[in-house]
């Protein structure tokens, strides 16, 4: 048996929650994707700079203060590292 290396930025369960949701989505604004992950506003500003910083999402703000709209999208990088983690989480579970 060979147990693959999990990526440790995605090891995480609110990073992973909000690459999850947006691999299925065309994109998810900060209200929603907050709601959606039971995430506060500071934990889930700062995952999301964490997946920005990694190239994983790409995160785009319109307005200023509290009229600011945010809207995240996962880039190619991301859904490629989200199914690399896939793989290598389902290594620890194979019967091989």
Do not use: W
């Amino acid at each position: 048996m060979e147990f693959k290396d999990l990526d440790p930025l995605l090891h995480n369960e609110l990073r992973l929650k909000i690459m999850a949701a947006l691999d299925s989505l065309d994109d998810a604004d900060f209200v929603y994707l907050k709601g959606l992950t039971g995430a506060t506003s500071g934990n889930l500003s700062v995952q999301l700079t964490n997946l920005q910083d990694a190239g994983y999402i790409k995160v785009s703000t319109s307005g200023a203060g509290r009229g600011s709209h945010t809207v995240c999208r996962i880039t190619p990088k991301g859904s490629a590292a989200l199914q690399d983690y896939q793989k290598a989480l389902m290594s620890y579970f194979s019967k091989k």
